[in-house]
């Protein structure tokens, strides 16, 4: 059984990030505690971060926020997903297999795109890129922590099947981790330069700004 929970979207641009997005679950299952069952012993877990293909778009004029944002050189964000497919035996949850999946996204105004602005393009695709590798760090972190709460959380407790497991999981995690996750992210992500300082290197060094005479 393979269940999907779709955590929030994260952006980090060329300004402070901005967070936006929706938790999603397609069970209906409710998240009602596991009873306590002495014969299920520890289960076997396994967690693993896929980081998918980079996306490259010019279109970040249409982000609804871009103004208020102050208009950004560049911007990256990646939509995830946690899948969950396990084994139950009686009553007991014998194997769990984590999958968080990552989907990053580089947007950059469409302006850049033209050859003229290639200096310009790579410097900011550049920059972006490297907010792309903390986030699979990160990203790589959580998927060592939802294995860690899973084995917690199910050993000698009961798993009648795999809607209420799951459910079970998604609300034990909902206590906290994400929340702790969404606070290590973001400082990570601001943590190792200057945005707007940043943006200034990149005009001056492509030449997008005036020299003075």
């Not at 200057?194 to 005479?213: E, N, P």
Request: glycine content about 6%.
């Amino acid at each position: 059984m393979t269940a999907w929970l779709r955590l929030p979207i994260f952006v980090a641009a060329l300004v402070p990030a901005l967070a936006v997005g929706a938790v999603w679950a397609p069970s209906d299952a409710r998240a009602a505690p596991l009873a306590p069952e002495a014969k299920c012993q520890k289960p076997l877990v396994k967690s693993k971060m896929i980081y998918g293909r980079e996306k490259v778009s010019y279109d970040l004029e249409r982000q609804p926020n871009f103004r208020s944002a102050g208009k950004p050189l560049g911007w990256y964000y990646a939509t995830d997903e946690v899948g969950y497919r396990m084994q139950i035996q009686g009553g007991c949850l014998k194997s769990l297999d984590i999958k968080v999946k990552v989907f990053p996204v580089i947007q950059l105004r469409g302006i850049y795109k033209q050859k003229r602005k290639k200096c310009a393009r790579q410097s900011i695709l550049e920059h972006e890129r490297r907010h792309s590798k903390v986030a699979k760090r990160q990203f790589k972190k959580l998927a060592s922590d939802i294995k860690k709460v899973a084995i917690k959380l199910f050993t000698g407790k009961s798993a009648p099947d795999p809607n209420t497991a799951a459910a079970a999981l998604n609300g034990e995690l909902d206590k906290g981790l994400y929340r702790r996750f969404r606070k290590k992210y973001n400082a990570a992500q601001d943590g190792f330069h200057d945005d707007l300082k940043q943006a200034r290197i990149i005009r001056k060094k492509c030449r997008l700004v005036k020299r003075k005479r």
